[in-house]
T-cell receptor, first 113, second 112 residues
Framework: ETGVTQTPRHLVMGMTNKKSLKCEQH?????MYWYKQSAKKPLELMFV???????ENNSVPSRFSPECPNSSHLFLHLHTLQPEDSALYLC????????????FGPGTRLTVT | GENVEQHPSTLSVQEGDSAVIKCTYS??????FPWYKQELGKGPQLIID?????GEKKDQRIAVTLNKTAKHFSLHITETQPEDSAVYFC???????????FGTGTRLTVIP
């Protein structure tokens, strides 16, 4: 499945670092999502963009900052993270809002040291 | 908000046997119920979904049933194969809403 790509696939960063996660979808979709996947917990929706406009921010700490320059690209900027932020970060896209199939990328495995 | 519970958390079956995973939801307004399969190192992939206007949907060896009254839905996999081994997630949402509410996942192992 190459419709949604994410880079990097693995990232190790210190708590004082600044890094960015990138997501790109090649499906012509207009909605994009960031999820956090932690062990033994449900996928947590973080942000939703529809036609480049943020439509959802699920009480995510400000150390996570999303950016959606166009309908094909989505970034998650990270700064001063905490060890509990270590998780798999998944990007998804869909042809409309929820109720249509979401296509997920492979995720970025983030480790905060 | 919506709360989705999923059981069991782990499931082991012999190859060829059937596997059933069950989910319950709390919001009676939810009307879209997808199931995702996540293999190691990959993101979740949609395998089947059902909307609230139908009670059952089948796709080859996979079927999903929905009981709106009881607010539960189930995934049935028949004639399981080793390649069915993965983590399966159920989810619920309202069409047009932003949120997909996921269950905690079921790790299915098919023993050859």
């Amino acid at each position: 499945e190459t419709g949604v790509t994410q880079t990097p696939r693995h990232l190790v960063m210190g708590m004082t670092n600044k890094k960015s996660l990138k997501c790109e979808q090649h499906l012509g979709h207009n909605a994009m999502y960031w999820y956090k996947q932690s062990a033994k917990k449900p996928l947590e929706l973080m942000f939703v963009y529809n036609f480049k406009e943020q439509t959802e921010n699920n009480s995510v700490p400000s150390r996570f900052s999303p950016e959606c320059p166009n309908s094909s690209h989505l970034f998650l900027h990270l700064h001063t993270l905490q060890p509990e932020d270590s998780a798999l970060y998944l990007c998804a896209s869909s042809g409309g809002l929820v109720g249509r199939q979401q296509y997920f990328g492979p995720g970025t495995r983030l480790t905060v040291t | 908000g919506e709360n989705v519970e999923q059981h069991p958390s782990t499931l082991s079956v012999q190859e060829g046997d059937s596997a059933v995973i069950k989910c319950t939801y709390s919001d009676s307004a939810s009307n879209y119920f997808p199931w995702y399969k996540q293999e190691l190192g990959k993101g979740p992939q949609l395998i089947i979904d059902i909307r609230s206007n139908v009670g059952e949907k089948k796709d080859q060896r996979i079927a999903v049933t929905l009981n709106k009254t009881a607010k539960h839905f189930s995934l049935h996999i028949t004639e399981t194969q080793p390649e069915d081994s993965a983590v399966y997630f159920c989810a619920a949402s309202i069409t047009g809403a932003n949120n997909l509410f996921f269950g905690t996942g079921t790790r299915l192992t098919v023993i050859p």
